[in-house]
């Protein structure tokens, strides 16, 4: 089965009613990433960092997997499927995906300040409480990847990228590094494919097959092009 490597950003999520990060309407023209997304923020105010990613947990669970990451999971029936997300919803597994990657870590966990490798499980509904600890007696945080914090799954990521027969971009800037940067893992010759409503600047050297639709429409017209393809 030829592998197909996608790698995901906010843009996926959007119709399932999330807001982007830097679009018009996205999350940091409401908050300022240094309060909310950095080690910094957490160390100054860490009541105000609990609070906006206990809000957008409380959001996830009433959000519903729209038809970009549905077309995505179906591609499984066809291909070898592996999806990089740096979104921190698990919009992609419960739509059915089975291998999935997250770069910038997951709403629905939280992780102890002493020991990175403590993750555990929330419930739903459940919050992270400024008092609550971990397992080893430390502070209780989201498990976030925070600017200027290590990415933990980059070179798993890099490692998948090389593997595609096919690469999908869908709902990214590409902004943000390293996950920008695995678009240069890419093999020489791997066709690669960009689903996004507005223009998104890719290194100039790459022939990249722009989609210029929402996901929902996007990733059905990427899964026809590829199904043709074979
Ligand atoms: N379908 C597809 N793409 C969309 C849609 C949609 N319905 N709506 C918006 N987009 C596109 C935008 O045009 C933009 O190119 O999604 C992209 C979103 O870009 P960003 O808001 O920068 O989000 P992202 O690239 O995922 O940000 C990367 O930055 O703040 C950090 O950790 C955070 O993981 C995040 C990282």
Do not use: D, Q, R, Y
């Given at each position: 089965m030829a592998k197909v490597v996608v790698l995901s950003g906010a843009g996926i999520s959007a119709e399932s009613g999330f807001s982007t990060f830097r679009d018009s309407d996205g999350l940091w023209n409401k908050f300022k990433v240094e309060d909310v997304a950095t080690p910094e923020g957490y160390a100054r105010n860490p009541q105000l960092v609990l609070d906006f990613y206990n809000g957008l947990r409380r959001d996830l669970y009433k959000a519903e997997p729209n038809k970009g990451h549905l077309e995505l999971a179906e591609l499984e029936r066809d291909f070898d499927v592996s999806i990089i997300t740096q979104n921190v919803d698990d919009l992609h597994e419960r739509a059915g995906s089975s291998d999935v990657l997250h770069l910038?870590?997951?709403?629905k966990k939280a992780r102890a300040c002493g020991d990175p490798e403590m993750i555990i499980d929330l419930t739903e509904g459940e919050d992270i409480g400024i008092n609550d600890k971990a397992p080893d007696g430390s502070a209780l945080r989201p498990h976030i990847v925070w600017?200027?914090?290590?990415?933990?799954n980059i070179s798993l990521a890099q490692d998948l990228v090389k593997q595609a027969d096919i690469f999908l971009i869908v709902?990214?800037?590409?902004?943000?590094y390293p996950a920008a940067g695995l678009i240069s893992y890419v093999r020489r010759g791997t066709p690669i494919f960009l689903v996004d409503p507005k223009p998104v600047s890719v290194p100039h050297y790459l022939d990249v097959r722009i989609i210029a639709k929402k996901a929902s429409e996007g990733v059905a017209c990427f899964a026809d092009m590829i199904r043709h393809l074979k």
């Open positions: 910038h870590g997951e709403l600017f200027g914090e290590a990415v933990p709902g990214t800037s590409l902004n943000v």
